[in-house]
Each structure stands twice: as structure tokens, then as C-alpha cells.
């Protein structure tokens, strides 16, 4: 189990450098992309967090 989960991180990281070496500026937009998936994601827990405290009604 343990061999399976090294393999898995080592063929992730081969990839993510083949496509960072191969296309840099496809790389930057998808992590463009993820800041951008992470930020929304962040902003919607804090939009939730402000309605339960204040009561959770509108």
C-alpha cells in the first residue's frame, strides 16, 4: 500500500514538471486557476460563517 502511494506521488510530480517544462504558460493558468478555485472557496466559507452569525436569517 505504502509502495503504491510513492509510485502515485512520484508519476504525479514527473507530470507536473513534464507540463511545467513543456508548456510554462499552461502551467501558470492552471495555477492561476486553483488561486482562483481556492479564493472563491474561501470567500463562500466566510459568507457563511457571517450569516450563522448573525443568525442565519435574511
Known amino acids: ?3 503504491t ?3 502515485a506521488l512520484y508519476v504525479g510530480i514527473v ?4 507540463v511545467v ?8 493558468d492552471y495555477v492561476q486557476i486553483g488561486f ?8 463562500s466559507i466566510g ?4 450569516w450563522v452569525v448573525n443568525g ?3
Open 5 to 7: 502511494k510513492k509510485i
Open 1 to 3: 500500500m505504502v509502495q
Open 21 to 28: 517544462i513543456t508548456d510554462p504558460a499552461k502551467a501558470a
Open 56 to 58: 442565519g436569517g435574511e
Open 47 to 50: 459568507d457563511f460563517m457571517t
Open 36 to 43: 482562483e478555485g481556492v479564493s472563491t472557496a474561501a470567500q
Open 15 to 18: 507530470f507536473v514538471l513534464y
